[in-house]
């Protein structure tokens, strides 16, 4: 397993490592909360625009649906009445989630088989019907029972004519500039498995637009302040690591990875950009950053300016 490390004296050193991080595995670190108002400045070099993130409060409205337009996610394993919601087209479990975004875009399930397309709200009687057309056709229609900036209650009537509801949950923090926010469709195309072979332009080009997702989700979680990063249902080609980024070897691939390509030999060449970037390179670990979330951003935006 190739690994980037920081020594001592913040240098990178490739280590071959016996340990790895399990799939879909969080790093904990309950102590080590990463604090985004710490003296210690974040270089933006990927993020574009207007780099901050405000509050529903802080932000002027066209309309109270706005506050739709955010992360939402389940919040623990209560927040759905059937167990189909929360299980993907191969039968594995995920959580449930769902961006709403002020251009009109979407992005469902971001943490398991994703779904991007377009979405609407209209007025059926006295209801709120959100309409989700994803990209390749399907369309899926819910009810909004209840809705505020904290929490979203959704219903639908399944194929048995049973009620289903799912309750998800969101912090009211956005990005001011919605193409920084990792779950945007714009940061998520390389994740969507094509119908055909790809060329190798195209699929270094997907690899790099993994980096640039790592590198913008690290930042999300740092602005966020978020006790503990979570990478379930993510795309799995990294391990990390305190102050390390790795790479399992070929055979120990996971299959969230070979989901993003058209078959194996097409995810072994984006394995291979990935890993000539961390052997061929060496990186910088930023110092006098008070966490280690923060130097790791900083090693994935060089990562992907070097692609």
Request: proline share 5%.
């Amino acid at each position: 397993m190739r690994t980037l490390y920081t020594a001592a004296i913040c240098l990178l050193t490739i280590l071959l490592l016996t340990t790895a991080c399990g799939d879909s595995a969080a790093v904990k670190d309950n102590e080590d909360k990463p604090n985004a108002n710490a003296p210690y400045i974040l270089k933006e070099t990927v993020a574009t625009g207007d780099t901050g993130m405000a509050r529903f409060s802080g932000i002027k409205k066209r309309n109270e649906l706005d506050i739709l337009c955010q992360h939402w996610e389940m919040p623990g394993n209560e927040g759905a009445t059937s167990d189909e919601l929360l299980r993907d087209k191969n039968g594995d479990r995920f959580t449930p989630g769902l961006d709403l975004f002020t251009d009109s875009t979407f992005a469902m399930n971001p943490r398991g088989d994703i779904i991007m397309g377009t979405w609407r709200v209209n007025k059926v009687g006295q209801e709120l019907e959100l309409k989700l057309i994803a990209a390749a056709g399907e369309v899926y229609t819910w009810k909004i029972y209840e809705y505020n900036s904290r929490s979203l209650r959704l219903t639908a009537v399944n194929e048995a004519g049973e009620q289903l509801y799912l309750n998800l949950a969101a912090d009211g923090l956005v990005h001011r500039n919605i193409l920084n926010d990792p779950f945007h469709p714009a940061n998520n195309q390389w994740r969507i498995q094509p119908k055909k072979p790809e060329s190798d332009s195209v699929i270094a080009k997907k690899a790099k637009q993994c980096v640039k997702f790592y590198t913008l989700f690290y930042r999300d979680n740092i602005l966020r302040q978020k006790k503990t990063i979570n990478y379930a249902g993510l795309p799995d080609i990294f391990d990390w690591y305190r102050r390390g980024i790795g790479m399992p070897d070929w055979e120990d691939i996971r299959p969230s990875w070979l989901g993003c390509f058209y078959d194996s030999a097409d995810a072994w060449k984006g394995y291979g950009v990935l890993r000539k970037v961390i052997v061929d390179y060496e990186f910088n670990w930023p110092k006098g950053a008070p966490d280690w979330r923060m130097e790791t951003e900083s090693v994935l935006e060089q990562m992907y300016h070097k692609m």
